[in-house]
């Protein structure tokens, strides 16, 4: 993955102030808990040092269960994003020298420190995402995980010895650092896509220059200040935060720099495309998740109870708001009825909207008012096509960026929640009559992401995770460590 022979490190994924507001629940910005923590930051992180935009720009920061500012952090743009460039390009060569051991020796302390601080570190991604605090707890651990496996597989980056042609000759490869990875990650997991994408280049020996979307620069900074804690040399690891307006050219200074030589995206298509052209002018190595359309089926010989369980976790996490998501529920019509019943009191018994610091919750905020305009827009467009709205369809009483729980039935190919990456809490469902309809239509889509079935008959189960066009494939299964 970083590497000049192309090595990835098992599992590198895809080939890679305190001006805080604190209050009561109703309103709250952030706990005082987080308000107080000395890993809130104001400043971005570039050469180990909490630097300001150059110009001294400031973008705000809020949480989107309330709109309400968090703070604000540096509105960085190109030349501050050069810069940053230059700091790990010149640090790339101190830090490829080092051993193997003793980069996977700080892997292990940063990983330490991330579960020492994780419940305050959850409360801050809560704060700027407003995905429940269990969830953001939970994803600090998932994170977590992401630096222990790379300090322990960075110590197993192997070469090899080849056959050689000639009795003179001897052929051997080695694995070596490629360079500066500029990385660009997504709000929907903000921690856990740091480290992802990170940790196998800093442990390949590799530095880096990370762009966090510009709705959730903290939980990067909280990190980074763990890093240096743990002893990541400075320059090693740097943080570009920049507001949505100078999110292009910091990208474009990424993807054209001829000092940065990979490239790790996650985000939408449209964006990746832009971004692959980019590249393309210095021919740099690229790694991209980009948007899915995963089909779900659930055949008629399923558990029907555990597909709805594995629908309620693929579908309503993160409200939706994830690239792996259950995005168009293929159900048998031998069990469709049944399967939506049962769907129907989940939903209604465990779904509970709200603040995601409120106890309880299970469904935070969509991210901004324009993800609920484009939900919302989807829902219309389904019902005004002849879909059965079940239950749920419209904003939430709650207003701003909530929105409500919905099961659709009756959907068809030409309704946009079939066509679209829906990114949010709607699950539509579709009725199939065989199997070898519901994988030709499963497979339609122009997104091969993901894809999840469920189905106790063994010979089917061969059969469907063999013609399932999609890179990930879950069999009785509810989630895929992918955001």
Known sequence: MFSRTGVRIRNAVHYFVRNISAGTTGGVVVPTEVASSRLLFDKTY??????????GAI???????NNKVIGSVPDMNAEDTENAVQV?????????????????????????????NQHVLGMILTAENGKPLAEGIGEVGYAASFVEWFSEEGRRVYGDILQSPAKSKKLMTFKQPVGVAGLITPWNFPSAMLTRKACPAIAAGCTVVVK?????PYSALALCQLAEEAGLPKGVLNVVTCSRQNAAEVGRVL????????????????T???????????????????????????????????????TMVSKFRCSGQTCVCANRIFVQESVHDAYVKRLTEVMESQLKVGNGFDEGITQGPLI????????????????????????GGNPHALGGTFYEPTLLTGINKDMKVSQEEIFGPVA??????TEEEVISVANSSKSGLAGYFYSRDIAQIWRVAEKLEVGMVGVNEDGMVSP
């Open 255 to 270: 993807c054209e720099s001829p000092f940065v030589a990979k490239i790790s995206f996650t985000g939408s298509t449209t």
């Open 46 to 55: 570039v050469n180990g040092e909490w630097v300001s935009a150059k110009n």
């Open 368 to 391: 901004n008012a324009k993800a609920v305009e484009k939900v919302h827009a989807m829902v219309t467009d389904a019902r005004n096509l002849g879909a059965t709205v079940v239950m």
């Open 428 to 433: 539509a469902i579709y009725k199939f009559k």
């Open 272 to 310: 990746g495309k832009l971004l692959l052209r980019q590249a393309a002018s210095t021919v740099k190595r690229v790694s991209m998740e980009l948007g899915g359309n995963a089909p779900f089926i659930v055949f008629d010989s399923a558990d029907v109870d555990q597909a709805v369980t594995g």
């Open 88 to 116: 790990a390009y010149k640090t790339f060569y101190t830090w490829r020298e080092t051993t193997a051991k003793e980069r996977c020796n700080i892997l292990r302390k940063w990983f330490n420190l991330i579960i020492e």
């Open 212 to 216: 966090p979307a510009e709705d959730t």
């Open 59 to 65: 973008f705000e920061v809020t949480n989107p269960a």
